[in-house]
């Protein structure tokens, strides 16, 4: 059983939806502190001071971070470490749905995992956990694991799926254990369904045939709300 005393999170995404309700569970279940690492600053600093003053303002910040960008993402390792003096946990869960700026969007899905899995695997966590194990949790989608009419926006946004198949493909590679042993880090990936956060609104299919498609399979899905899924990570 991980421990969560005197742990220390980072979790992109941080200012909304999954990655905010994943905050809000590591700071009721006793970590030491937690790093909202996003690019929105408006609803960062909103998150942070929210969270802050529920359970201490001490044990939660909020860095302006671009996942894409790897000295952006090394940056905020570099302030959680001045922050708290150790890392333990990184929570990859920013991503972005813009099919038709499709550069953008791999860049970010998973250029960005890539970045921040292989800091915290090679360096952040590697080095500066403070107990015997650390963790990475990648978050992926059931859009990525196998395409089908169940995964509801596959067909809709062919390129997001890929994305998202490639972190599960990354976190399977990490994941093994003969990394584990020589790393003690367990990375892990959560692959969530059609989930009502702020960024569902946004999906922009590349043309009005996969949006017609999308729609379609959207409407015959079950639809979860991410304040009850999120507690089960």
Not at 50 to 77: H, W
Not at 122 to 127: A, H, R, S, V
Not at 139 to 159: D, Q
Not at 189 to 199: Q, S
């Amino acid at each position: 059983m991980f421990d969560f005393n005197h742990k220390v999170a980072i979790v992109t995404g941080g200012a909304s939806g999954i990655g905010l309700e994943t905050a809000k569970e590591l700071l009721k279940n006793g970590v030491k502190g937690v790093v909202l690492a996003d690019s929105n600053v408006h609803a960062g600093k909103i998150a942070a001071d929210r969270l802050g003053d529920e359970y201490e303002r001490e044990r939660v910040f909020f860095v302006e971070t671009d996942v894409s960008n790897k000295q952006s993402f090394e940056d905020a390792f570099k302030f959680t470490l001045t922050k708290f003096g150790n890392i333990d946990i990184l929570v990859n869960n920013a991503g972005i749905p813009d099919e038709v700026n499709y550069e953008k969007l791999v860049a970010v899905n998973l250029t960005g995992i890539i970045h921040g899995t292989v800091l915290a695997h090679e360096n952040y966590i590697l080095n500066h956990k403070s107990g015997p194990e650390g963790v990475i949790i990648n978050t992926a989608s059931t859009a990525g694991c196998h395409v089908s009419p169940v995964c509801h926006f596959v067909y809709g946004t062919p390129i997001y799926g890929a994305t998202k198949s490639g972190v599960i493909s990354l976190t399977i590679g990490l994941g093994n254990t003969l990394h584990y042993e020589k790393s003690k880090i367990k990375v892990l990936a959560i692959a969530p369904g059609m989930t009502l956060t702020n960024i569902g609104s946004h999906f922009k299919p590349r043309s009005a045939f996969h949006a017609e498609i999308m729609m379609k399979e959207t409407q015959k899905g079950v639809v979860q709300n991410y304040k009850r899924r999120t507690k089960n990570i």
